[in-house]
């Protein structure tokens, strides 16, 4: 089914080099495949950092209603390994989190295994909003507060020059802060929930006229060279202590699904009682007194 990965031969050789390392180590923790979810509000990068990811086009990536209306899956294996990426369409629409895209993205995701998810927004924003945190509500809802420790944050448009004197990784470090404490806020996460560390954010410049370093490999303001830096994070939160998510029906129903009913048990038998057998209990009795006494009693 996968698709042999051609498109890592589209990288300079040092990228090449540092993503087949990478899979290497996967393959040494006996680890065969990877499936990495990718979601975030419309217009955000998602589709032209799966691109970036794999090498290759293969979404579409538009400026202007920039979303597919579905999610789509890539897989690309290269020598026993397969890398699947699931670009999915924005879940936001005239301000709301639109339920039929979230309904759609969990049933194409019905028994399959998210290893990682990409949450991807700008770095270029100066601001998180309610919004944002809906969003965030809307995936913890779905996929359970766990996936958040299958997360990576994903800052797209990273090439940029900060205003107010602010130095680059001062204006990365802020805006990873704000966008973290929306998602602790949203999925409602308590320090501890996060274990040890908290969600890593990655930067990511999907613009072809992204600046290269002297081996042509991709690099921020800052000098990263962020392709393989993306690959590493991902790989190190796909191989962390805390489980994958398995979308199964139960989970696609919602927390609880089968239990909802469950509570108003006790109240129907209670109701039952009083106000059914209590009363069959009495006509019964008073039909026992009614009765005429037989002759022989
Ligand atoms: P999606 O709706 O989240 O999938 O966003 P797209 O990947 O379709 O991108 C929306 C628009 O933003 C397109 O015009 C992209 O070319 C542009 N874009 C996406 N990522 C970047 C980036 O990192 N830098 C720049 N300069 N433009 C980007
Ligand atoms: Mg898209």
Sequence with gaps: MAREWTGIQQFPLATQTK??????TLKEKSRGSLT???????GVGKSSTVN???GERVVAVSAFQSDVPRPVMASRERSGFTLNIIDTPGIVEGGYVNDQALQLIKRFLLNKTIDVL???DRLDSYRVDNLDKQIVKAITESFGKEIWRKAVVVLSHAQL??????????FFARRSEAVLKVIDSGARLKRHELQDDSIPVVLVENSSRCSKNDNGEKILPNGTVWIPKVVETITKVATNESQSILVDQKLIDGPNANDRGKKFIPLILGFQYFFVIKQLQKWIENDIAKAPKSSWE
Excluded: A, N, R
Aim: hydrophobic share 45%; proline share 7%; aromatic share 6%.
């Design 161 to 170: 020059t900060p205003p107010d004197c602010l130095s680059y990784d001062d």
């Design 52 to 54: 970036s990811i794999l």
């Design 19 to 24: 993503l087949l390392e990478i899979l290497g």
């Design 36 to 42: 990495i979810l990718v979601m975030g509000k419309g």
């Design 118 to 120: 990409l949450y991807v």
